[in-house]
């Protein structure tokens, strides 16, 4: 079985059709998953703000990503539990989708990045200039994240 006869099986699933079928159903979770983005976005923000010297200078990196931490939990959780659905709706079109690749490899990038490197890095004090590159890199891999899904239903 090849990758375009998994996308497929994936597309023909019931979620899927259902998806495709209603007239709101999309409309309803994508709602929902740009309303997660929103929550991503803003709990990256603050902490990257943070590590940047630009937000909350009174406060501690570490103390700001221990109150920002279930905020990019629970937005993490609402993506994948919107995404999934939004995917199996149209997978064939996201498996001939360059910008649904792009985006897959910096989501990927940024997990990795986010919890093997920033979190544990961040709760140790980095100190000025390794937190001014943390918060650079996570800004950038997450903005690409935001900005090739977004591109996901331009292209394709």
Known sequence: MNWLEVFDALERTAVG????????????????HLL??????GSLLVVDLRL???GL????????LADARPWFLAALATMFATGIPLF????????????????????A????????????????????????????ASLGVWFTVAAAGRWIGFSG
């Open 57 to 64: 200078r009174g406060r501690a990196p570490h103390l700001v």
């Open 109 to 136: 990038t940024g997990l990795v990045f986010t919890f093997a490197i920033k979190h544990p890095l961040v709760r140790r004090d980095p100190g000025r200039l390794l937190g001014a590159v943390l918060g650079l």
């Open 36 to 41: 997660g983005l929103g929550l991503l976005g």
């Open 52 to 54: 940047l010297g630009l």
């Open 88 to 107: 199996l709706s149209e997978a064939i079109k996201c498996f001939y989708n360059y910008s649904f690749w792009v985006k897959m490899i910096a989501l």
């Open 17 to 32: 059709q259902a998806i495709r079928e209603s007239l709101w159903l999309f409309p309803a979770i994508e709602a929902v």
